[in-house]
């Protein structure tokens, strides 16, 4: 079984600071990661994903994402953050071969001028 | 081109009535998913659909759910004798392969009174 931990349910970060958002994951077979952002009432949108080649996957909004294989990791990473950036950010993992998302709890940034 | 479309936006249904919700995937995707976001909680699996074919149902509750998608006119998420419980967001999302990125509508959210 397939599940995805975002260990914070929310950080904290001011305006033009670096900001971090923690996921790990564990699949039995090769992962296919994701990030979502989901501002109020809205649905989820899609922000970068890793498949394979580059550690480093660059998404929207100067949004990057980091895969770490041995500590199975894929953190969310931006270097300056910006108060639009406040919203909901979920991880989701899928095996290569299935069908299905399998998301995190979700974790509320709050950028502060 | 449009994305994927939900409706209604908002749904407001008694207990035991029915509700039914509506997705027309993005132009080009063949396959549709549902997911169930609880308040506070991120996003579950429900069901995978292509036209007129159920491929994973692993999420669906097994009593009061059906989902369908036909050949023609979009996909549909029925719930019978609805309780308190089913109150949520309901997302649908659509790709246009197997194994692609999902796309997220808007999402319709259930209130049951």
């Known amino acids: 079984a397939q599940s995805v931990a975002q260990p914070e349910d929310q950080v904290n970060v001011a305006e033009g600071n670096p900001l971090t958002v923690k996921c790990t994951y564990s699949v039995s077979g090769n992962p296919y990661l994701f990030w979502y952002v989901q501002y109020p009432n809205r649905g989820l949108q899609f922000l970068l994903k890793y498949i394979t080649g580059d550690n480093l996957v660059k998404g929207s909004y100067g949004f990057e994402a980091e895969f770490n294989k041995s500590q199975t990791s894929f953190h969310l990473k931006k270097p300056s953050a910006l108060v639009s950036d406040s919203a909901l950010y979920f991880c989701?993992?899928?095996?290569?071969?299935?069908?299905?998302?399998?998301f995190g709890g979700g974790t509320r940034l709050m950028v502060k001028p | 081109n449009a994305g994927v479309m939900q409706n209604p936006r908002h749904l407001v249904r008694r207990r035991g009535q029915e509700a039914r919700l509506r997705c027309s995937p993005m132009?080009?995707?063949?396959?549709v998913y549902w997911y169930r976001q609880l308040p506070e909680e991120g996003l579950k699996f429900m069901v995978y659909l292509q036209k007129e074919n159920i491929i994973d149902e692993s999420g669906m509750p097994k009593e009061r759910f059906s989902a369908e998608f036909p050949k023609e006119g979009p996909s549909i998420l029925r719930i019978q004798q609805v309780v308190r419980g089913d109150s949520a967001a309901y997302f649908c999302a659509s790709s246009p392969l197997e194994g692609r990125e999902q796309y997220f509508g808007p999402g319709t959210r259930l209130t049951v009174t």
């Open positions: 132009k080009g995707h063949s396959h």
């Open positions: 989701a993992v899928r095996e290569n071969a299935g069908n299905m998302l399998t």
